[in-house]
Each structure stands twice: as structure tokens, then as C-alpha cells.
């Protein structure tokens, strides 16, 4: 019997362990899922004969070396942060190791040492980053064979919630690990349009008025996501003169979220002391606050809106323009906020949520331009088995499979663009109603 062990239990996890736990008696294997919540582990693995809880501390070397060492494939959903911990692991002790995780500078250092090892990491392997790059390699391939040549590449991406639970002014409700949602953009972003390489600023990036049309859904808003240009080489566009990808969300979200930035809300970098701090005092504390006016007109003075406008009532009903108190110690802005979200934002046990994701590709063949539209709507169960959780987990799941029945020979630290990998996963996804249709213009 083949052992996989998973490392994380959260959000992201529950359609993953669903996969292995499913496939569990006919591929013969067992599962391991260590988290510092014993209480969490058991609610996702229930009580199945094939699968063994692991409460551990993360930095507990000895027992977490203990876990690695017993098992044939490691599985990472841990903090970004902590991959390389788990990476370096697998390495000493020669396993394979899966994540949805970006590929970051700290497991480039040990690019080398994984291929002459012979062992496999495969990164990227979740949604965004994962299907996205399946899926557009897979178009890619498809028009190059053709003899197609590809001037623009644009993908986009976005956990929103659902139509039909969208019933707050922020359009928008937590599915996934809220820190990250927090702190999305703050590196800024890098693109090329037109042969031109744009760089945005974080206090720029959320000031938005691009908007791009969803068939079913309508207008949705976008901001360039990191730097689009690191997967120019990956998906073998040279010098294509424009390639960029983007996050999607409703429009609303985009300019409150850009009013939480000019406020200075989601700043990760000082701490100050919150306690006996009112959650107005907290909010206006880059403002100078006229005591003649109200809360709501002095931070509308300062966005530069009316006092009863959309901005405002998205602040009001994050609760942060009152007199309660904060109290969460010393923390940071980002942390405030994160709490703040958890709490404001949180899905309700029937909410569910959705993902889209779109590709927009131009082209060339036979001295005629083409546009190919290819876009996927996912959407969520209930505020356990998300559409997130799905398409984070079941690509991994499926890779799982994949590379313990011997069916893959692959080696060496890679993203998923590789026929042998994109064909099988991607076959498999539709067999859970995570497609892609197609249209040309």
C-alpha cells in the first residue's frame, strides 16, 4: 500500500482529502493529513479506515521528519512560507512532493539538487496557479501545431462568490486563506501590452476601470496579478508583444478595496499597539480627523466621495467606522483587517462560491487574425466543498495518482505545462465539471 502524506487541513484541503479518501481502495494507498488542529483534521477525514491523523507543530523537526520519512509522496497546502521547510524534507529523505504553491527563489536554490536526486516537485499544481497554466498551454500547443502565431496572450482569474450569495455591498466573501487576500498585490504588478512592458504600483493597481465581459455573468473588473512576465519563457512566447495576466473580481470590490489601501489598512510592515483603540481611531489614523464632522463624512472628506456613497457603506459594513474597540494587541494593519474580514466577510454554511477563469488568446494563421475565447465558471457545494477547494485540490489529487501508478517519468522542479501532465489532468477535471468552452471571433 502506497502512503501519501498531506501537510495542511484548511480551506483548501477538504476537496483533496474527498479525492484521495474516494480513490483510497482502488489504488490502494493511505492517508496522512498532519495539521496543528486535531479537531480539524477529524472533520475532513471522518472515520476512514484509510486515512491516520497527524496533530503536530509544524517546527517540530523530529516528528515531522518522522512522517516524511515513512511515506511515498508528500503533499504541501501549508503557508507559502513554509514549503521550503517541507521542500528540504523531501529532499533528505528522497520523496516526490506536490503543492499549489508558487515556485518562489528559495526552492530555485534547489533546482539542481532535486534533478540529481531523480525526485519530483511539481509546483503550481492547484488553480491559479495550476488549471490556468494547464489549460492555456494546452491552447497553446493546439494553435502553434496548427501553425498558428501567437501575438497576445491575456488569462484571467478570480474567486468570487456566487450570484446567488452575493448579498453585500463588497460583493465578495472568504473561500480561501483571507491573509493572502489581504496581502494580493502588494508586490505590485509587471506586464507587456503592445511591446511595451507596464509596470503598476500597489496604490495603483486596485484603481480600477478595466472591466472585461463573462458569457453568463457580464462585467467583471481586473487587475494585473505579480509579474506576468516570469511565464513568458514557461509557456514558450518569447517575445510576444502582449502577455499579461489578471485577477478577476466584481467591480465593487475593486474600489473599496482601493479605498482600504489609501486608508493605509493593509499595510503588513508596523505594529502598533490596539488596544483601547476604537476601530474608527484604527481606521483614520492616516486622516486628520475634523471633530466637527461625523465618522462617516471625515472619511468620505478624505476618499473624496459623498458621505452616503457606495465606498462608505462598504467601510460602515466592515464595522470600522464605530467606537468599538479593537483590542487585538500589538498588531499590524494587515492583521487587523484579516480579523476583520474573517469576521464581516465570512461565508454562511449555505453560501457558496465561484471561480472563473478566462483566456483570451490572438493569433495569426494564413495571414488571418483570430481570437479564441476559452473561459470555465466553477461553482462551490457550500462553504466547505468550495469551488475553490476544488479546483485547488482535485488537480493535486489527480497528480497524485498520476505519479504513484508509475504513469509518469518526469523529474526535476516544474509547473504543470507539460503535455504528459495537462492531458490526463485536465481529462480527468471534466469528469468533475471543471471545463472550458470555446469561442472564436
Given at each position: 500500500?502506497?502512503?501519501?502524506?498531506?501537510?495542511?487541513?484548511?480551506?483548501?484541503?477538504?476537496?483533496?482529502?474527498?479525492?484521495?479518501?474516494?480513490?483510497?481502495?482502488?489504488?490502494?494507498?493511505?492517508?496522512?493529513?498532519?495539521?496543528?488542529?486535531?479537531?480539524?483534521?477529524?472533520?475532513?477525514?471522518?472515520?476512514?479506515?484509510?486515512?491516520?491523523?497527524?496533530?503536530?507543530?509544524?517546527?517540530d523537526q523530529a516528528v515531522r521528519q518522522q512522517?516524511?520519512?515513512?511515506?511515498?509522496?508528500?503533499?504541501?497546502?501549508?503557508?507559502?512560507?513554509?514549503?521550503?521547510?517541507?521542500?528540504?524534507?523531501?529532499?533528505?529523505?528522497?520523496?516526490?512532493?506536490?503543492?499549489?504553491?508558487?515556485?518562489?527563489?528559495?526552492?530555485?536554490?534547489?533546482?539542481?539538487?532535486?534533478?540529481?536526486?531523480?525526485?519530483?516537485?511539481?509546483?503550481?499544481?492547484?488553480?491559479?496557479?495550476?488549471?490556468?497554466?494547464?489549460?492555456?498551454?494546452?491552447?497553446?500547443?493546439s494553435i502553434e501545431k496548427k501553425g498558428g502565431?501567437?501575438?497576445?496572450?491575456?488569462?484571467?482569474?478570480?474567486?468570487?462568490?456566487?450570484?446567488?450569495?452575493?448579498?453585500?455591498?463588497?460583493?465578495?466573501?472568504?473561500?480561501?486563506?483571507?491573509?493572502?487576500?489581504?496581502?494580493?498585490?502588494?508586490?505590485?504588478?509587471?506586464?507587456?501590452?503592445?511591446?511595451?512592458?507596464?509596470?503598476?504600483?500597489?496604490?495603483?493597481?486596485?484603481?480600477?476601470?478595466?472591466?472585461?465581459?463573462?458569457?453568463?455573468?457580464?462585467?467583471?473588473?481586473?487587475?494585473?496579478?505579480?509579474?506576468?512576465?516570469?511565464?513568458?519563457?514557461?509557456?514558450?512566447?518569447?517575445?510576444?508583444?502582449?502577455?499579461?495576466?489578471?485577477?478577476?473580481?466584481?467591480?465593487?470590490?475593486?474600489?473599496?478595496?482601493?479605498?482600504?489601501?489609501?486608508?493605509?489598512?493593509?499595510?503588513?510592515?508596523?505594529?502598533?499597539?490596539?488596544?483601547?483603540?476604537?476601530?474608527?481611531?484604527?481606521?483614520?489614523?492616516?486622516?486628520?480627523?475634523?471633530?466637527?464632522?461625523?465618522?462617516?463624512?471625515?472619511?468620505?472628506?478624505?476618499?473624496?466621495?459623498?458621505?452616503?456613497?457606495?465606498?462608505?457603506?462598504?467601510?460602515?459594513?466592515?464595522?470600522?467606522?464605530?467606537?468599538?474597540?479593537?483590542?487585538?494587541?500589538?498588531?499590524?494593519?494587515?492583521?487587523?483587517?484579516?480579523?476583520?474580514?474573517?469576521?464581516?466577510?465570512?461565508?454562511?454554511?449555505?453560501?457558496?462560491?465561484?471561480?472563473?477563469?478566462?483566456?483570451?488568446?490572438?493569433?495569426?494563421?494564413?495571414?488571418?487574425?483570430?481570437?479564441?475565447?476559452?473561459?470555465?465558471?466553477?461553482?462551490?457545494?457550500?462553504?466547505?466543498?468550495?469551488?475553490?477547494?476544488?479546483?485547488?485540490?482535485?488537480?493535486?489529487?489527480?497528480?497524485?495518482?498520476?505519479?504513484?501508478?508509475?504513469?509518469?517519468?518526469?523529474?526535476?522542479?516544474?509547473?504543470?505545462?507539460?503535455?504528459?501532465?495537462?492531458?490526463?489532468?485536465?481529462?480527468?477535471?471534466?469528469?468533475?465539471?471543471?471545463?472550458?468552452?470555446?469561442?472564436?471571433?
Amino acid at each position: 500500500m502506497k502512503n501519501i502524506l498531506l501537510f495542511g487541513a484548511g480551506k483548501s484541503a477538504t476537496c483533496l482529502i474527498d479525492y484521495l479518501l474516494a480513490n483510497a481502495p482502488r489504488q490502494k494507498w493511505h492517508i496522512t493529513v498532519a495539521d496543528s488542529d486535531l479537531m480539524l483534521i477529524k472533520s475532513k477525514i471522518g472515520k476512514s479506515y484509510y486515512a491516520t491523523p497527524a496533530a503536530i507543530d509544524i517546527k517540530d523537526q523530529a516528528v515531522r521528519q518522522q512522517l516524511v520519512q515513512e511515506t511515498d509522496l508528500v503533499i504541501s497546502l501549508l503557508p507559502p512560507a513554509l514549503h521550503i521547510v517541507i521542500a528540504k524534507d523531501c529532499l533528505k529523505f528522497s520523496k516526490n512532493l506536490l503543492t499549489a504553491s508558487y515556485i518562489d527563489p528559495e526552492i530555485r536554490k534547489l533546482e539542481k539538487d532535486i534533478e540529481k536526486a531523480g525526485l519530483l516537485f511539481m509546483y503550481e499544481m492547484g488553480l491559479d496557479p495550476g488549471i490556468d497554466h494547464m489549460s492555456a498551454m494546452k491552447l497553446i500547443h493546439s494553435i502553434e501545431k496548427k501553425g498558428g502565431q501567437i501575438f497576445c496572450f491575456k488569462s484571467y482569474c478570480g474567486g468570487l462568490v456566487s450570484p446567488e450569495s452575493n448579498d453585500n455591498p463588497w460583493q465578495y466573501k472568504i473561500s480561501w486563506n483571507s491573509r493572502n487576500i489581504v496581502l494580493a498585490g502588494t508586490s505590485g504588478a509587471t506586464y507587456r501590452e503592445k511591446g511595451k512592458v507596464k509596470e503598476v504600483e500597489y496604490q495603483q493597481l486596485f484603481d480600477q476601470s478595466k472591466t472585461i465581459q463573462v458569457p453568463g455573468l457580464g462585467k467583471l473588473a481586473y487587475y494585473p496579478n505579480r509579474d506576468s512576465l516570469n511565464y513568458v519563457d514557461v509557456y514558450s512566447l518569447g517575445n510576444i508583444p502582449t502577455f499579461m495576466r489578471a485577477t478577476l473580481r466584481y467591480p465593487d470590490f475593486c474600489e473599496g478595496w482601493n479605498a482600504l489601501i489609501k486608508l493605509g489598512l493593509t499595510d503588513d510592515t508596523k505594529k502598533i499597539d490596539t488596544n483601547n483603540m476604537s476601530y474608527f481611531k484604527w481606521a483614520s489614523q492616516n486622516i486628520k480627523v475634523d471633530k466637527q464632522l461625523s465618522n462617516e463624512e471625515n472619511i468620505a472628506q478624505f476618499l473624496g466621495v459623498s458621505s452616503k456613497s457606495k465606498l462608505v457603506r462598504q467601510l460602515k459594513f466592515l464595522g470600522i467606522l464605530n467606537g468599538d474597540l479593537v483590542n487585538q494587541g500589538e498588531q499590524t494593519n494587515a492583521g487587523v483587517l484579516q480579523n476583520v474580514l474573517d469576521v464581516r466577510l465570512k461565508m454562511e454554511p449555505s453560501d457558496k462560491d465561484m471561480i472563473v477563469m478566462l483566456h483570451e488568446i490572438e493569433f495569426e494563421r494564413r495571414n488571418m487574425a483570430t481570437k479564441l475565447h476559452s473561459y470555465m465558471i466553477v461553482q462551490g457545494e457550500d462553504n466547505l466543498r468550495t469551488a475553490m477547494a476544488k479546483t485547488v485540490g482535485l488537480p493535486l489529487g489527480i497528480m497524485a495518482k498520476l505519479l504513484l501508478s508509475g504513469n509518469l517519468s518526469l523529474k526535476g522542479l516544474h509547473v504543470p505545462v507539460m503535455p504528459e501532465v495537462y492531458n490526463p489532468v485536465l481529462r480527468e477535471l471534466e469528469e468533475h465539471d471543471i471545463r472550458f468552452e470555446e469561442s472564436f471571433e
